[in-house]
């Protein structure tokens, strides 16, 4: 048991962190323009090539 508190309380000064970092930073999270899904949205500043060519293909049809 005193390994899973252990654990549990590392990870939760872990998420701390993480969350911390990103109220300075004031980035969103995201993932990959790609992504891996048809109709992802992409929250990139500047969008890969990736879903530029995905876009462009849209039109086109």
């Known amino acids: 048991?005193?390994?899973f508190l252990?654990?549990?309380?590392?990870m939760l000064i872990?998420?701390?962190?993480m969350a911390v970092g990103v109220i300075f930073g004031r980035r969103a999270i995201k993932g990959s323009c790609g992504g891996g899904m048809s109709k992802a949205e992409c929250?990139?500043?500047e969008k890969c090539d990736k879903r530029k060519k995905i876009e462009a293909?849209?039109?086109?049809?």
């Open 1 to 3: 048991m005193t390994y």
């Open 6 to 10: 252990v654990t549990f309380v590392l």
């Open 14 to 17: 872990v998420i701390a962190i």
């Open 43 to 45: 929250v990139c500043i």
């Open 57 to 61: 293909d849209a039109q086109l049809n």
